[in-house]
C-alpha cells in the first residue's frame, strides 16, 4: 500500500505540473487540444490523488507501522474507527488530505464551470494546478506519508489523546478544506484578470465557492468550538488561540466577500474591492497553514515539530505578491460601472459591513503576531490573552450585528431617514421591548443588554420580511402561510438563504454573550459524598472507578446533580492518563439545556480518592451548537441552483466539436 500510495504521489506531480504547462501553453499559442488534456490531467490528477490517500488509511487499517507516519499517529490499542482521524492527525497526512481536497474541488469547479469564464478557464486551471504543484512536491521532497521505517517496530506511538474525539472527525477536515478551498474563488479572479476579463464574468463562480469556503470554515470553527468546550476542561468554547485565530481571520475576510460581491453582481460596482478581499482572504488562508505548520507562535493546535515552517512561509510570500501584482497589472480597467449614490443605502451598509469584518480580521492579526515581533525586538514573552481581543473586538462585533439588523431593510440605490425610521420601527420597538425586560428581570450589564438587544433587532426584522413575504403571497395565490414560506423562500434562494446564515448568527451570538458574561464558575476539591452548591444547583460526588487500558488508565467520576432538592441528573466526567505522551485528556460532564448547560470536568485524581471539580454553569451555550445546522441549512438554500440556470461545461476543442456546418454556438 505505501509503495502504491507513494507512486500515486509521483503520478500527480507529473500531472499537476502537466495541467500548469498545458493550460498556459495552451491558451497562449491557441492550442485548444493541449486546452482541453490539461484540463482532463485534472480530472486524472482527483483520481489519483484518491488513491493515494485510500493507500494511507490502507496502511492505517492494517497496522502497517513500517510506515513511519503510520507509526508515529497509531498503535495496537487504536480502535479502528479513528483510523480517519489519525490520518490527518500530523503534518504528512494532513497536506495529503489538502492535496487531496484540492484535487476534488478543482475538477468539480472546472467540469462544472459558468459559461462566461470559458475564455478564461485555463489561466484558472494554471492557478489551481500551480498551488497544487507545492502541496505534492512539498509531500514528495520534505514530508512524504509513504516513507519507510529502516525496521518494522512492534507497535506504534498512538494517537494523539485529545484527538479522540467525535468533533475531530469533522472539524479539522472542514479547517482545512475551507483554507485550501480560498484557492478557487481566487484561481477565478485571478483566471479573469489574466485573460483581461475586468468586468464581472468570474464573480458567479467565485460566490458559489466563496459561499462553500465560507460555509466550511465556518462549521469548523463551530466543531472546533464544541470540541474545545467538551475534551480540554477549559469550560469555554473559544480562546482566541493563534491557531483558532488563523481559521477565524480568512472566515472573517470571505465573509466580507461574499458579502460585497453581491453587489458587484447585482451593480457592478466593488470591482477593485473584491479582488482585494479575495487577495487578502487567500494570504491569510496561507499564513494559517504556515502557523499550523511550525509557526514561530506556539499553539495547542500546532504541530510544532515541524520544520516545514520556512516552506510555507516562502509560500505565503508568493501567494500574496503574486495575486496582487496581478490586481495592480489590471488596475487601470477594474471601473465600477456603477457609484455609490448614498451612505445611506444597502451598498453603503454592506461597504461599512467589510470594514468592520476587516478591522476584526487585523485586530486579531495583530494580536496573533505581536508576540513574535515583541520576542523579536529582544523584549520578555508576552502573550495576548482573551482580555485584549474581548475589549477590542467585542464593540466592533457588536456594530457588526446591528448592520446585520439594518442593512437587509435598506432599499438599493438610496434611501431616506424617513423610509429608515419605517422600516426600524417594529423590529426596534421588538428590541427596545427585550431591553427592558432583560433589564427589568434579569441583568443590567451594559455589554449584555446591546448584544441581546441587536440580536433581538436582527431576529425581529428577518421575522418580519418573512411575514411580509408570506402574507403577501398568501393574498395573491390562497397557499397556506407554510407554504407560502416555503415557496417564498425558493423564490429568491440567495436572500433568504442569507437570511437564515444570519439567525444562525444570533444564535452564536446569544450563546456568546451567555457564556461569556454570565458564566459561573468553581474550582473545588471533593471527596466521595461530599457535595457542592453554585448558582441553584448542588453537586454530590459519588465516587471514581479507575479502569486500566493497555495504553491509558481512566479515571470515571459519577456525580449527581440537584436542584430545588430533586435528582435532575447522574453525571459520569472522565480523565484518563496516558504514560506514553505523559499527558492526561479529560471528558467533561455536561447536562445542557436551551437555557444552561450544567459542566463539571475532572481536573486531579488526589491519592485519597478525593476529586479537583471544575464546575461552570454556562447560560446559553447550547444555542451556539444549534447555530450549526441552521447555518448549513441557510447555506445549502443560497446555493441551490435555480430550476432554470443554465450550466456550462467547460469548453472543447474545436477539433473535437461535432456541429452541422452553419451551427454557431
Known sequence: MADLGELALWVGLALSIYAVLGSALGKLRDIPALVESARRAVYALALVMLVATLSLVGSFINRDFEVAYVAAHSSLAMPDIYTWVAFYAGNEGSLLYIAFILSVMSAIALRWAP?????????????????????????????????????VPLDGEGINPLLTHFGMFFHPPALMAG?????????????????????????????????????????????????????????????????????????????????????????????????????????????????????????????????????????LAVGVIVPFAVFFWRYGKLKSAQHLDSMLSREAAFLVNNLLLLGIAFVTLWGTVYPLFARLGGGAEITMARPFYDQVNGPLLLALIFLMGVGPLLPWRRANWNSLRRALLLPGSFALAVVVILAALVTQKPFALIGFGLSALVAAGIALEWWRGMRSRHRSTGELYPVAWARLIAANRPRYGGYIVHLSVVLVALGVLGGSLFEVQRDVVLAPGESYEIAGYRLLYVNTTQEAKSDRTEYISTVEVYRQGQLLETMQARRSFYPSFNMASTLAAIRSTPVEDFYVVPSEN???????????????????WVAGPVLVLGTVISLWPERRRETALAPR????????????N
Open 115 to 151: 459559461a462566461q469564464v470559458r475564455d478564461t478557464l485555463p489561466y484558472t486551471t494554471a492557478t489551481l494546478m500551480v498551488i497544487q504543484t507545492f502541496f505534492i512536491a512539498v509531500m514528495g521532497f520534505m514530508a512524504n506519508p509513504f516513507d519507510q521505517l529502516p525496521f
Open 653 to 664: 476543442p474545436a477539433a473535437l466539436q461535432r456541429q452541422p456546418a452553419g451551427v454557431g
Open 179 to 315: 483554507l485550501i478551498g480560498m484557492s478557487l474563488p481566487l484561481a477565478f479572479a485571478l483566471g479573469g484578470l489574466l485573460g483581461g476579463k475586468e468586468r464581472d464574468e468570474w464573480v458567479d463562480a467565485g460566490r458559489v465557492w466563496g459561499l462553500i469556503t465560507w460555509a466550511l470554515l465556518a462549521g469548523g470553527l463551530l466543531l472546533g468550538s464544541w470540541w474545545a468546550y467538551t475534551i480540554l476542561g477549559w469550560g469555554g468554547f473559544w480562546f482566541w488561540d493563534p491557531v483558532e485565530n488563523a481559521a477565524f481571520m480568512p472566515w472573517l475576510v470571505l465573509t466580507a466577500f461574499v458579502h460585497s460581491v453581491m453587489v458587484q453582481k447585482r451593480r457592478g460596482m466593488f470591482r477593485m474591492w473584491n479582488i482585494v478581499l479575495i487577495n487578502v482572504a487567500f494570504g491569510l488562508a496561507l499564513y494559517g497553514m504556515f502557523m499550523n505548520r511550525g509557526g514561530p507562535v506556539p499553539s495547542v493546535h500546532s504541530f510544532g515539530a515541524s520544520n516545514l515552517g520556512w516552506v510555507f512561509l516562502m509560500f
Open 606 to 624: 488526589l491519592p485519597d480518592g478525593s476529586v479537583g471539580f471544575r464546575i461552570l454553569v454556562n447560560p446559553l451555550i447550547w444555542w451556539m
